[in-house]
């Protein structure tokens, strides 16, 4: 068996961002969400943590189709197009909060704060899924 070693790249590359976040966004937990700057930052955090992960996955899902690997190349595929959806839709359901918290709603901060945890169920199950495929990555298929 011999190491697939652009497979195992492009994973790399694609767990940075997910590593990261995940160590990131806990931190907004210790912060309240009512406070205009911190809301913010939470919602570039998100932005940019989608953003990386598009575009750390279209360069892996590339690298990896020219070498080969097209099943392989369709996973990372599918992890850079639900950043991508998932990008929008966080990002117009955080505004949406937002505008409802500076309206005076009062359950948009819990709202807001419910939107963090999701974010942070959803990068954390992307990363057990791909760190638990990482053997099979890592070795090209015979």
């Not at 790399?12 to 990261?20: D, K, R, W």
């Not at 992890?79 to 959806?85: G, N």
């Not at 974010?119 to 638990?132: D, E, F």
Request: with cysteine.
């Amino acid at each position: 068996m011999m190491p697939d070693n652009v497979a195992l790249f492009a994973t790399i590359i694609l767990l940075l961002p997910m590593v990261y976040f995940l160590l990131a966004a806990p931190a907004f937990l210790l912060v309240r969400l009512d406070i205009p700057q911190v809301a913010q930052l939470l919602r570039a955090m998100f932005s940019g943590y989608f953003l990386t992960v598009k575009i750390a996955g279209i360069i892996g899902m590339v690298a990896v189709a020219l070498a080969g690997r097209l099943l392989l190349a369709l996973g990372i595929g599918v992890v850079a197009a639900l950043a991508d959806v998932s990008r929008q839709w966080f990002l117009r359901e955080m505004d949406a909060r937002i505008s409802d918290r500076d309206a005076g709603v009062t359950d948009a901060t819990r709202r807001l704060r419910r939107l963090h945890w999701g974010g942070m169920a959803s990068n954390a199950i992307q990363l057990a899924v791909i760190v638990l495929c990482i053997p099979d990555i890592a070795i090209v298929p015979t």
